[in-house]
């Protein structure tokens, strides 16, 4: 099925009414009503129509599942990994693969690139570049494999705030320089699309660019937040693999996710950590069976867009739109209202933001950090993540706490009106993160 294909039978509707917030509120109405649950960046959301298509699929399986197994498992993942081929704009379908989440995605291509290490052309020294900012399962993946098989990590590190992409496009320059420095050679680059934490939009093509004119060998993009949150093009950014979860922006129950492993010559013989009967058969065929479990949650991928996604106007990006556009209106609120600022400018924003806290709230560390977001839950009922930024030297009342906004279709304007009337009264009442240390 080509993309075209794709399209005229699963676009939107051009009859179909577009959802209404009543509608909205009627999907999420299973989350906890109580909580401003302003961080669907840890773990998504799922809309009851999809956990009802979920259980369909479920229910299918159990009541016959040899038959589910020699019938239906197959074809309805390639109909899956079909739809993500159009959504990413892949050449081929066989280039799309659905596993468990990034991180999984992330253990088949180290233990892929691991190889490249025993060659007879390594040399000690030899690399891997990454972002200081990676998602933390990911970097102690790198440095499994790679450290573990004899080459080195380097980290780009980025400032924070952030005012440009000039700023990190700078930065990443110094560590290829540095990974070449002694004759050496770049086995691996590892790029976030959108950082977890600090939450920043990377200028992944610019980097994948750059990465090309300096000879790396691999290119790695994870976009783990992507899918959902911003356009997707792989052929365009030029990554040899990408993943991104479907799971946190895109709608489905956990996990899903797919990673996409660009058809070349020198990328052969992938294979998945988990080997099963299909070993052998191409690493989409062996990610679609790894032993019996639920695959529910990645067979249910095609609902996610003709149940939900297509009830939006504009579909996928008029919903990746909207939240941009909200969460950006809802950080600026919070920094005028906090007189902060935001980590970020708005464009290097997808559908979550960094908003500066106010200084006084005295958060001067990692424990503090974590600790105000449970004093946040347990006492305002108020869940956002707050990232800790350590001052440079010589700043003078420096913001070292950012919260990491998220904004998807079910948040309301009261939320973010919850979150900044609790941080307006802890600073109302001469609050400061001392009193955890107290309290310890």
């Not at 440009?164 to 930065?171: D, L, P």
């Not at 129950?253 to 010559?265: G, I, N, Q, T, V």
């Not at 990328?267 to 690493?283: A, K, R």
Request: aromatic fraction near 10%; proline fraction near 5%.
């Amino acid at each position: 099925m080509s993309s075209g294909d794709f399209r005229r039978e699963n676009g939107p509707s051009t009859t179909a009414k577009p959802i209404t917030e009543t509608e909205i509120a009627a999907e999420f109405s299973h989350h906890d009503l109580t909580i401003a649950r302003i961080n669907n960046g840890s773990f998504g959301s799922c809309p009851k129509s999809i956990i009802s298509a979920q259980q369909q699929w479920q229910h299918q399986f159990l009541q016959q599942p040899d038959y589910f197994y020699f019938n239906t498992l197959k074809p309805s993942m390639l109909k899956s990994r079909t739809l993500i081929q159009y959504l990413v704009n892949a050449a081929d379908v066989d280039e799309i693969s659905i596993v468990d989440n990034a991180t999984t995605a992330a253990a088949i291509v180290l233990q892929y690139i691991t190889w490249s290490f025993f060659t007879s052309d390594f040399r000690p020294g030899d690399a891997a570049v990454m972002l200081h900012y990676a998602y933390g399962s990911v970097k102690s993946s790198v440095q499994a494999y790679v450290a573990r098989a004899g080459g080195k990590v380097i980290e780009v590190h980025l400032p924070f705030p952030l005012n440009s992409n000039e700023e990190i496009v700078t930065e990443f320059d110094k560590a290829l320089k540095m990974g070449k420095m002694n004759g050496g050679k770049i086995r691996l680059a590892v790029i976030d699309h959108i950082t977890s934490m600090p939450s920043v939009v990377i200028p992944v093509k610019e980097l994948v660019q750059m990465c090309r004119a300096e000879g790396v060998d691999f290119i790695f993009v994870d976009g783990a937040h992507a899918i959902g949150n911003v356009e997707i093009d792989v052929v365009d950014i030029g990554a040899d693999f990408y993943t991104s979860n479907l799971h946190k922006w895109f709608f489905t129950p956990p996990s899903a996710a797919f990673l996409y492993c660009k058809r070349s010559e020198k990328v052969v013989d992938l294979h998945h950590p988990v080997i099963s009967v299909e070993y052998g058969n191409g690493l989409a065929i062996e990610s679609a069976w790894i032993g019996t479990r639920d695959y529910s949650a990645q067979l249910v991928i095609p609902d996610v867009v003709e149940l939900f996604v297509n009830r939006f106007e504009g579909g996928l990006e008029g919903i990746r739109r909207r939240n941009h556009d909200m969460v950006v209106e809802m950080a600026e609120m919070l920094v005028k209202a906090w007189g902060t600022e935001l980590g970020t400018p708005p464009e290097m924003c997808s559908s979550m933001a960094m908003v500066g806290m106010p200084a006084c709230l005295g958060i001067s560390g990692n424990s503090d950090a974590l600790k105000l977001r449970t004093h946040l839950r347990v006492l305002f009922k108020v869940e956002v993540p707050i990232y800790y930024r350590a001052p440079l030297e010589g700043e003078v009342n420096p913001i070292t706490g950012y919260a990491r906004i998220s904004h998807q279709v079910y948040n309301t304007i009261e939320d973010y009106y919850r979150f900044r009337d609790a941080i307006i009264k802890l600073v109302s009442d001469g609050f400061t993160c001392a009193i955890f240390s107290r309290i310890d």
